[in-house]
């Protein structure tokens, strides 16, 4: 599980302005923010960095949630 969708969210920012960035269709970019498909390292990696977060903040610890 990811956070992409969530910290979109917090900073105003349009998955279409995230799939231009990566180069990836909107398709693609939608499925990870809707946690239908998980990004690779590399590509979790390039999203944090356009984000502005920490990989750690992308990643959602499903051991901590109720």
Excluded: H
Excluded at 2 to 10: D, P
Excluded at 41 to 49: G, N
């Amino acid at each position: 599980m990811n956070r992409i969708k969530e910290i979109l969210n917090e900073k105003g920012i349009k998955q279409i302005w995230l799939a231009e960035k990566l180069g990836k269709s909107f398709k693609i970019v939608n499925a990870y923010a809707c946690n239908r498909k998980q990004p690779s390292l590399e590509t979790l990696y390039q999203i944090a960095e356009l984000l502005q977060v920490s990989v750690k903040d992308l990643i959602v610890d499903n051991k901590n949630q109720n």
